[in-house]
């Protein structure tokens, strides 16, 4: 599978990555009805503990963004979020918390800088993920 986002939202999503360090970042990626992400949501990492190994986004405030998006004719399809000085793939907490729905976007963040971007496709156990290849668009 590949997933089709535009560049201006790769920009925006590595800027807020690099904003947070050394913490994680995560917010919400938004899709038009042809599933191309044409626009980033920033959210609270919710996570009550230290955040620079994990994230959370709270349940109250997606179901409020849902809500929001789809008035606009447009669809959650994914979650972002970094990972200081980790690589960009999906950790054991990460993946028991995903939903095999959504494609999940990693940032690496090797010492504040925004590198390695991948996707990722968890299965319906969320025990495996699939990587998922990014199309930059216009």
């Known amino acids: 599978m590949t997933t089709r986002i535009a560049k201006q939202v790769i920009d925006e999503i590595h800027a807020h990555a690099g904003s947070t360090y050394p913490d994680e970042c995560c917010g919400l990626l938004i899709a038009d009805k042809d599933k191309r992400i044409i626009e980033s949501m920033r959210v609270a990492n919710a996570y009550p503990g230290p955040k620079h190994d994990r994230y959370d986004i709270d349940p109250l405030e997606l179901f409020k963004a849902d809500r929001a998006i789809s008035h606009r004719g447009f669809s959650i399809a994914g979650v972002y979020h970094s990972h200081p000085d980790y690589p960009a793939t999906l950790s054991k907490f990460d993946l028991e918390h995903s939903f095999p729905w959504y494609s999940y976007i990693v940032v690496s963040v090797p010492k504040g800088k925004a590198g390695d971007t991948k996707s990722w ?12 290849q990014i199309e930059v668009v216009e």
């Open 121 to 132: 496709i968890p299965s319906e156990d969320r025990k495996s993920v699939s990587e998922e």
